[in-house]
């Protein structure tokens, strides 16, 4: 029973995305408030599993899809997977009322909350897939849904561009992580986590073990906008605030924090896992840092820091001990909460007054006292201020770095005292300067939103406050049972609010101070940290551009050498590929055990009279002056061929060659019935080169013919078939049930050729031109 309510965890999501657009429509008043039950359902189905979780005892679910090659609907919910599913779930509840009152009256809402729900959807079966290839099918179902999402405003040059560039970095990130999980797949020899996880030592001592690290990071990267993949998630901005919230709290952006994480038991440990993730997390989050402070668009404030946090995360994740995990999920359930607090918020902000631009905001608080509250409980969580939980979980990562051994002193602690400096002084950016103060005049007049625009960032905000005072519950039931998951055994986690007077809470203190003084100075700070032309140029937003550019050429000039409209060219690339192919695989392989006997004992009279007709016929094909002459030729040819067919017992065949040139001959006659002599319309090179490639060609074939003869016959095949055609396909004739059962794909795909081409050949025949040249 308990496995197959995991189903309750995705279908629900699915069910509301299918009704959202016809339940906006037929009862615009009432849709948000129903579509929010439907993840309010998933949340609270969730919660019933935390006892069982706490105690270690993870549930999996699976329904066969393509047993024979391992790849099946494979589920499974731990400690890890858990705690995603109930800040998706829960966070999500929030969002979608939100998204209903932030959008209310919009004509495409229904549309909007449809993909929003399905976006909600993918990262659930992302977070409890628990096969490779399941995994990854609910991994791009996140970018193809979060693509729509964030060109939801499509009319705006600056929302396609962004959607664009959103889907083309996570998207090839995504398939670089495909191309990883197949090498993993092979080195472990199945496509299940839980499996993978149990065969760390055979996974890291594997030859490609490299490889797939590195392919499976790319995906994790791009998708969590580690540096220097970071440039999309600003432009991301771009989308409705909803979208933001979402995206930045409890979704997508931690796809790639919980792939890492999930991966951690059997690809963690490694000199080359500890030292990519830390340099690559070291500097996403200290750059994030920098570069929020020196914004003035609260969206693109909060957004940098989003990149700094998913950096601190991953860089917790690298340094692989039991406290940087403990630190790792304890800051990544506490930055969900301000996150998605702060984010509508600011979208809130923006609603009632008419702008988020930090300069001509002010003095809120007064005008907007329910949604302050929200913002000042997010706003002292993001800055580690106790009794908040994102105070524990600032003392946390302090602890994991003062804990972390290396040699490279205290430059590590350094590191996370900076970074969090910086997002100290963010935090009074996003909640200060706006709601403090004097009012400062806004282009509309402030006032509090209506209940779906405060409600959520309030509930959020107070379970900050309320994690910070009682710990012990996201200590037992989220944060332990997610680190037992990610160390691969069970480990007890204990959270407290207070540790004494120690070292951490020193840094503390000085991360405090040193932020409000950056806060206080920031007009100076972005002075100093304005971009220059040299830092411009290196922008990884510039060389995306560049990459961008350089494919677009690539695709331009391979257009025009390989589909140049012309059939005969196309002729020529086939041909020229099967020769290079033929070479390689004889490089590969080689033909040391190709021996050809020749005999010509069992040759008669008539066969080498035939075999000169058609020589002598093809001869005439290509160098006739006349198209009918030509076409006769080439018939001559085409029966030769069957009459062939005949002599060696391929009647089949013969059957269906005769009916061919027979068809041909007849068409080409009554179509180039009135065309003029042939003439050569090509230079004395194009013909040489013409005539290479066919030398070329029939070599290839005749040898290919000749080492097929070469081997002895495989009798299992012809076995197989005999023995199995009636008992599997009930049919007696072999022929009839390899082409309709055993390869029904291919000859499908045949049908559908002979489909297409009769369509064309109807639609030219009914289109008659008159003699003016219309229709």
């Known amino acids: 029973m308990a496995d197959s309510l995991i189903l309750a965890i995705i279908l629900p999501g699915l069910v509301a995305a299918f009704l959202a657009p016809y339940l906006q429509k037929a009862a615009p008043k009432f849709s948000g408030a129903i579509l929010t039950l439907f993840p309010l359902a998933i949340f609270t189905v969730s919660c019933f599993f935390l006892p069982s979780i706490a105690n270690h005892e993870p549930i999996s679910y699976s329904v066969n899809w393509f047993p024979d090659m391992g790849i099946n609907f494979d589920f499974f919910l731990d400690g890890l997977s858990l705690t995603f599913v109930l800040l998706i ?15 209310y009256g919009h004509p495409k809402l229904g549309n909007f909350l449809c993909y929003l729900l399905l976006f909600m959807t993918a990262m659930l079966g992302l977070v409890i897939a628990d096969n490779l290839i399941l995994l990854f099918i609910f991994w791009e179902l996140t970018s193809i849904s979060s693509y729509l999402l964030i060109g939801f405003n499509h009319e705006q040059e600056r929302s396609r561009y962004a959607s664009l560039q959103a889907l083309l970095t996570t998207g090839s990130g995504g398939l670089a992580m495909m191309a990883g999980f197949i090498l993993l797949s092979q ?14 030592g055979t996974l890291q001592a594997h030859p490609a073990y490299n490889v797939f690290l590195i392919l499976i990071l790319l995906g994790a990267f791009t998708k969590s906008a580690q ?21 930045h709290s409890a979704t997508m952006v931690k796809a790639g924090v919980y792939l890492l994480a999930r991966m951690n038991p059997m690809l963690g440990g490694t000199m080359q896992w500890q030292y990519i993730l830390m340099i690559a997390g070291g500097i996403t989050m200290l750059l994030g840092a920098i570069i929020a402070v020196r914004h003035t668009d609260l969206k693109k404030v909060l957004a940098y820091t989003t990149i700094s946090s998913l950096g601190i995360l991953v860089f917790l994740i690298g340094m692989g001990t039991p406290f940087a995990m403990m630190a790792a999920m304890g800051f990544l359930v506490t930055h969900s909460l301000y996150k998605g607090t702060l984010f509508m918020v600011t979208g809130t902000i923006d609603h009632e007054t008419g702008t988020r631009e930090i300069s001509k905001l002010g003095g809120l608080y007064k005008y907007m006292p329910l949604l302050g509250l929200a913002a000042i409980f997010a706003g002292l969580s993001n800055a580690g201020i106790p009794p908040f939980f994102g105070f524990i979980g600032k ?9 972390f051994e290396n040699d490279l002193g205290g430059f590590i602690p350094t590191v996370t005292v900076l970074t969090n400096m910086l997002i100290v002084a963010t935090a009074l950016i996003a909640v200060y300067k706006p709601f403090a103060g004097k009012y400062t005049g806004t282009p509309k007049q402030p006032h509090e939103g209506p209940f ?72 100076s700070y972005s002075k100093v940290f304005t971009y220059n032309a040299f830092f411009r140029k290196i922008d990884p937003e510039n060389l995306y551009q560049l990459a961008l550019s350089g494919m677009l ?37 080689g033909i040391e055990d190709f021996i050809v006997t ?47 067919f005949i002599i060696y017992g391929a009647t089949d065949l013969a059957m269906t060659q005769l009916s ?31 005539r290479a490639i066919a030398i070329l060609t029939g070599l290839i074939a005749t040898f290919l013919i000749l080492f097929t003869i070469s081997k002895p016959m495989e009798p299992q095949v012809s076995e197989y078939f005999a023995a199995n055609s009636y008992i599997l396909a009930k049919g007696r004739n072999i022929v009839n049930v390899i082409l309709v059962d055993f390869r029904a794909l291919d000859t499908m795909g045949e049908i559908v050729v002979l489909a297409v081409a009769s369509i064309g050949v109807y639609t030219l025949l009914k289109l008659r031109l008159s003699k003016t040249g219309k229709k």
């Not at 589909?563 to 070479?583: K, T």
């Open 553 to 589: 050429n690539f695709a331009r000039f391979q257009t025009k050498i390989f589909q140049s409209g012309y059939l005969r060219n196309y002729i020529i690339w086939v041909l020229v590929m099967l020769a290079f192919l033929v070479f390689l695989a004889l490089f590969n392989f």
């Open 89 to 103: 779930s829960g966070v999500g509840t929030l969002i979608v009322l939100y998204a209903w009152g932030y959008l």
């Open 598 to 644: 020749l005999s010509f004992e069992d040759i008669y009279f008539y066969e080498v009279v035939l075999c000169l007709v058609v020589l002598l016929a093809a001869f005439v094909a290509i160098t006739s002056r006349s198209v009918l002459a030509a076409i006769a030729a080439l018939g001559i040819v085409g029966y030769g061929i069957s009459l062939l």
């Open 227 to 247: 540096f220097p993949f970071y440039y999309w998630l600003p432009n991301a901005m771009e989308a409705p605030t909803p979208v933001s919230a979402y995206l």
């Open 452 to 523: 779906s625009l405060w409600f959520g960032p309030l509930v959020l905000g107070t379970i900050g406050l309320v994690f910070g005072v009682f710990p012990q519950f996201a200590s037992t039931y989220l944060v332990g049972p997610a680190v037992s998951s990610i160390k691969g055994a069970p480990t007890t986690v204990k959270l407290e609010l207070w540790h004494g007077l120690n070292l951490a809470l020193f840094l503390s203190v000085i991360t405090l101070g040193t932020g409000i003084l950056v806060y206080a100075f920031r007009n």
């Open 660 to 690: 061919v040139e027979t068809l041909t001959v007849i068409l080409f006659v009554l179509v180039i019935y009135k065309l003029p002599k042939l003439s050569y319309i090509s230079s004395k090179m194009l013909r040489v080169r013409d």
């Open 187 to 200: 080195a472990g020899g199945s496509f299940l986590l839980t499996d993978l996880s149990a065969l760390a």
């Open 395 to 403: 003392e946390l990562i302090y602890e994991a770095s003062l804990r």
